[in-house]
């Protein structure tokens, strides 16, 4: 299983946001461009795969690949099924979690209770990590990477507590979305072994 945990740090709380304004929207557009990152390929949905948005530290709109019905590839409608979760957020109470549509969840919850629900081994995607390549891929990985912003001083010392692994994947500064894909194919070809 694949996860990934993005947090985003200047996303609304609430679904009054704007569908033209993206960007303007505490960057949604870059955490939707993650879930699709995350859950896409050429034709395809990675079932083996899950995209949790932190949201505030407040609430966590989670994307099953195994689950999710026509997900598609623009900023837009990724962004809309984000304000459908938030919409819906009244329905999250304690743990349980409300499912507005097919494989999106959303939780009343920040990162430490969305990654003590989280199984694998905890990957921290940092600039300052260990180089990827000299990690063994793990089969069952949770990947930790935030928007366009650096973790907080408490997120970096809870990701210390944490994270099994604090890794790079290249020597270049990536996107949050671009990371994801880099991820998944770390993992496709067992650490750039297998073609």
Not at 57 to 71: A, H, K, P
Not at 79 to 85: E, H
Not at 136 to 141: G, I, L, R, S, T
Not at 177 to 184: E, G, K, L, S
Request: with cysteine; charged share 30%.
């Amino acid at each position: 299983m694949r996860r990934f945990v993005v947090v985003g740090h200047e996303a609304p709380l609430d679904p009054g946001f704007s569908l033209d304004d993206l960007p303007g929207a505490g960057r949604l557009d870059v955490l939707c461009r993650c879930v699709t990152s995350g859950l896409l390929t050429s034709h395809g949905v990675r079932e083996d795969a899950t995209v949790s948005l932190v949201l505030g530290d407040e609430y966590t709109v989670r994307f099953e690949g195994r689950e999710i019905r026509r997900l598609n590839p623009d900023e837009r409608s990724t962004g809309a099924r984000i304000r459908d979760a938030l919409a819906a957020r009244d329905g999250a109470i304690g743990a349980m979690e409300a499912n507005p549509s097919p494989g999106v969840y959303v939780g009343r919850r920040g990162l430490e209770a969305t990654l003590d629900r989280l199984d694998g081994i905890v990957v921290e995607l940092h600039e300052d990590g260990d180089p990827v390549v000299e990690v063994d891929p793990p089969a069952d990985a949770t990947f930790v990477l935030s928007d366009h912003r650096e973790f907080t001083a408490e997120e970096a010392d809870l990701l210390a507590e944490l994270a099994d692994v604090r890794a790079t994947l290249g020597p270049e500064r990536l996107h949050a979305d671009q990371a994801i894909t880099v991820a998944h194919n770390w993992l496709d070809t067992a650490g750039f072994t297998r073609y």
